[in-house]
């Protein structure tokens, strides 16, 4: 399928606005304003602050959990989590809380790590919510309506612009799905009328970060054609790319090879734990290709549709940079962890026979 390409690089239809509900087509777009952001970021303030090392860097991890020195509590995790300030026995991390947080009315003693080492601990705490402003609003640019909508802004009541849950879907420049954002959606202005721009109040939506938008930008022209093309990032973007892989993945068909397929797995470049996954989808499906991203993720691809049937063998080449940098890892609470020898168990479990070279 090939599609013509506006000046400003987008391809029409780009973007599709779907009704989650019964699947009719709101209108497809070519650019999409507000889909990138800040995500509004939780604030803690931690104080009497004990560092683990001298200097903290300004990025602390994916994920950073926070573990109350009282064993009965849970831990609440922080992700892509930031050191935004240091002062005389302080530190102010902000990140995206989940949707836990911390044990209701604790303010106590807390230790903090980020799945891999110490970073200090606190005497207190105190968090810092996000003020309730609203997000920047969507705008849909140069918006080819669909008839039901057409007659949704005819009628311009309140009811009718209120869309209900819908579903941005994303394509590249091939017209291949690459993601895909569940929404709330209600207009709020729109101007023009073959050609819209309608702007929209998306509740509940979370920006891509600003950070992932060069590597969204890579996608949008076609998964890479070689494998390693996220070799040369840091964690942070290596993550942003993995997450992108495991949108394009769930949604791209997989054909399961015969039991019985030897893969091979570059190993040289495993020196994290999104390294990891993406090399594993590498070794599987190819180039961009999917394979997991989580232990539990890997389990369920390795029992079939995601390009593997069991069973089946794995070289592992370069083993040991895997070793190096993933055997001490910790848990959420702290306690050691290998995260090479749980993928090792997790891919015997399925079937995948593995070769450490």
Not at 119 to 135: H, K, M, N, T, W
Not at 225 to 236: E, F, V
Not at 288 to 302: T, V
Request: with cysteine.
């Amino acid at each position: 399928m090939i599609f013509a390409v506006l000046q400003n690089g987008a391809r029409p239809g780009r973007y599709t606005l779907t009704d989650s509900e019964h699947g009719h087509v709101w209108g497809t777009c070519p650019a999409v304003d507000g889909l990138f952001g800040n995500p509004r970021r939780g604030t803690y303030e931690l104080f009497d602050w004990i560092p683990e090392r001298a200097e903290l860097p300004h990025w602390l991890g994916n994920r950073v959990w926070l573990v109350p020195t009282d064993d009965a509590l849970d831990p609440w995790l922080l992700e892509d989590a930031e050191s935004a300030r240091q002062f005389p026995d302080g530190l102010v991390l902000t990140g995206l809380d989940d949707y836990q947080g911390p044990p209701e009315a604790y303010t106590g003693p807390i230790r903090v790590h980020n799945g891999h080492e110490w970073l200090g601990s606190c005497r207190e705490f105190v968090r810092i919510v996000p003020d309730g402003q609203a997000a920047p609003p969507l705008v849909l640019r140069d918006l080819v309506p669909g008839d039901r909508l057409r007659v949704a802004l005819n009628k311009g009541t309140r009811r009718a612009l209120d869309l209900g849950e819908a579903v941005l879907e994303i394509r590249d420049d091939h017209g291949a799905p690459l993601a895909e954002h569940v929404l709330w959606l209600k207009i709020s202005t729109w101007h023009g009328s073959d050609r819209v721009h309608l702007e929209l109040v998306a509740a509940s939506f979370t920006p891509v970060p600003e950070h992932a938008r060069p590597l969204w930008e890579r996608w949008f022209t076609g998964p890479p054609q070689a494998k390693g093309a996220w070799a040369g990032l840091d964690t942070r973007h290596r993550e942003a790319w993995l997450d992108l892989v495991r949108e394009r993945g769930c949604r791209y068909p997989h054909r399961d090879r015969p039991p019985g397929h030897a893969y091979v797995l570059d190993g040289q470049h495993i020196t994290d734990e999104p390294g990891l996954y993406l090399a594993l989808g590498e070794a599987v499906n190819g180039p961009g290709g999917y394979f997991g991203g989580c232990p539990d993720a890997l389990a369920d691809c390795l029992y079939g549709n995601f390009g593997y049937t069991s069973p089946a063998t794995l070289l592992w080449r370069d083993a040991s940079t895997a070793r190096e940098h993933l055997s001490r890892a910790l848990t959420s609470e702290g306690r050691p962890l290998d995260l090479l020898a749980e993928a090792l168990d997790v891919l015997a479990e399925g079937g995948m026979h593995v070769t450490l070279a």
